[in-house]
């Protein structure tokens, strides 16, 4: 393999001077010469602004380099969302590559907080802008194909840290991804219109969601997101660790989590539809998901599984400008079905959540071996729903069920289990709930009420065709 050393091309790496412009010289040259190895050698801090990657390159950051993103706001020009210049642009990219990894286990570090205003304690404050956010994205890869991204540490994302659009046989594997907690938008690793991905050993810890995967409209000719496994990842977020959706105007489906654990997150697993796509065929299984309540700031409310599906919000300019479709003002939701939750083992302050605009909206939703423990463990007020960006009211006052199920179809609960801790707030109510579910299927459930003396364990209305097996014993 032929080497390429940025050195050579005129890097300093004193950490003050632009190097963008040595790096891409020595990307172009390698791409040209029909590929090798550009390095970004050790003992040295790189300081950059944006620049490309090409096909046929391996990007190897050596163990003890460092590539530091520009706080300069003016060198980062490029939109990550095309005509959509409100949500950041685009640091390393690379359009239309083919067999490009980025290796070496080195550091890429995304400078986030030089792009924050004020520490508001619970986050950093998003500064102003008029037309074009020029928060980077750390990296954005359109339209790649054969992309292999292992033993590396990337950290300190400003906005989303991963984002592939439109790629397909991507293998993301034994990587570091260390966001703020506090910094919102900074997403781990975001899956777009891709196909064919393969996610292992991977640990994030990200001030937004860990995992996402979505189509968003910006690039709707890509087509659906789809086969893709994640295997053996541990998982940290202030938002959700898990999120399929919300923005999702094509496919997401054929999906399989294994292995994963989530811990000290605001929500663990979310289906979070409110676009006219479809969400099916998904499994989740050999999980422990643990979360907390955190600031209204961010989205969830320590549900470790919340599937909803409802129309997006039309309020604000973010939810409505760039996500319904051209030229309408309302949008509509599609369907989620097939989704499989097997032998999870949960502990958070609230319940399982799974409720749709209607009950045809979300069906064939299955729960199998699923414990819960609830218990309030913080000071932030509990017994809300957190629907956003939903139309209509986005955050709902109300009860906290173990399994609550509102206007859904064929819903499976079996060999599952409710336990309630010491801390029980007087909003604690039934181990299940089911309202206005068609056909409803409940065996070998057990758990009883926070407060048996005052509620049943189970509680269904408006429930069609219940077949319920008896518990072999109940717990409390």
Request: glycine content about 10%; proline content about 3%; overall charge negative.
């Given at each position: ?10 890097a300093t790496?004193?950490?003050?001077i632009?190097?963008a ?30 620049f ?17 993103a520009?706080?300069d ?30 290796a070496?286990?080195?550091?890429i570090?995304?400078?986030?907080v030089?792009?924050m ?8 404050e998003?500064k ?13 890869f359109i ?14 994302a ?40 393969r ?15 979505k ?8 087509g ?27 496919r ?19 289906i979070?539809?409110r676009?006219e ?9 050999n999980m ?19 599937i ?8 604000n ?23 499989t ?12 959540i799974?409720a749709?605009e ?40 109300g ?6 199920f509102s ?11 409710v ?18 579910v068609?056909?409803?299927?409940i ?8 407060f ?8 269904i ?16």
């Open positions: 393999m032929v080497i390429y050393n940025i050195l050579d091309f005129g790496g004193n950490g003050q632009d190097d412009k040595a790096i891409q010289q020595a990307i172009d040259e390698c791409s040209n010469a029909g590929g090798g190895r550009v390095v970004v050698p050790a003992g040295k801090t790189f300081l950059t602004g944006p490309d990657l090409k096909s046929n390159i391996e990007f190897y950051v050596q163990t003890g380099a460092i590539l530091k520009n706080p706001e003016n060198v980062y020009l490029e939109s990550a969302f095309r005509e959509n210049k409100g949500e950041g642009t685009i640091w390393i990219g690379g359009k239309d590559i083919e067999m490009v990894s980025i070496g286990g080195g550091i570090d995304g400078n986030g030089a792009f205003g004020e520490d508001l304690v619970h986050s950093y998003l102003p802008f008029d037309i074009v956010d020029p928060r980077p994205h750390m990296i954005t339209g790649g194909n054969n992309i292999k991204i292992r033993d590396i540490t990337l950290k300190n400003a906005y989303w840290t991963l984002h592939l659009v439109g790629c397909n046989d991507v293998s993301i594997s034994d990587m570091t991804l260390l966001n703020s907690l506090k910094v919102r938008n900074s997403d781990g690793i975001d899956l777009d219109h891709s196909k064919n991905v996610i292992s050993n991977c640990h994030i810890e990200s001030g937004d969601d860990c995992i996402c995967f189509n968003r409209r910006e690039y709707a000719e890509y659906a997101c789809e086969n893709i496994t994640v295997t053996g990842c541990t998982l940290i977020s202030t938002s959700c660790a898990i999120k399929i959706g919300s923005e999702n105007m094509d997401i489906s054929h999906i399989t989590f294994i292995n994963c654990i989530i811990r000290n997150s605001n929500r663990g697993v979310g979070q539809h676009d796509g479809e969400v099916s065929d998904i499994v989740f299984s422990l998901i643990e979360c907390r309540l955190f600031s209204d700031v961010w989205w969830g409310k320590a549900e470790p599984i919340y909803t599906a409802f129309p997006r919000s039309t309020e300019h973010k939810d409505a400008g760039w996500r319904l479709p051209q030229g309408k003002k309302n949008g509509s939701v599609g369907k989620i079905k097939n989704i939750f097997s032998n999870i083992r949960c502990k958070s302050e609230n319940g399982i799974v749709g209607t009950p045809d909206k979300v069906s064939n939703i299955r729960f199998n071996d699923v414990d819960l423990d609830i218990n309030k463990t913080t000071q932030y007020e509990g017994g809300l729903y957190d629907c956003r960006p939903c139309e209509g009211e986005g955050m709902i006052e009860s906290t069920y173990g399994f609550f206007k859904a179809r064929n819903v499976f609960v079996s060999n599952c289990f336990n309630w801790g010491d801390n029980k707030p007087e909003y604690y109510r039934e181990a299940l709930k089911s309202e206005a068609d056909r409803l299927t065996e070998n459930f057990e758990g009883n009420a926070a048996p003396e005052k509620y049943k364990a189970i509680e209305t408006e429930t069609n065709s219940v077949l319920q097996r008896e518990s072999k014993r109940e717990k409390c």
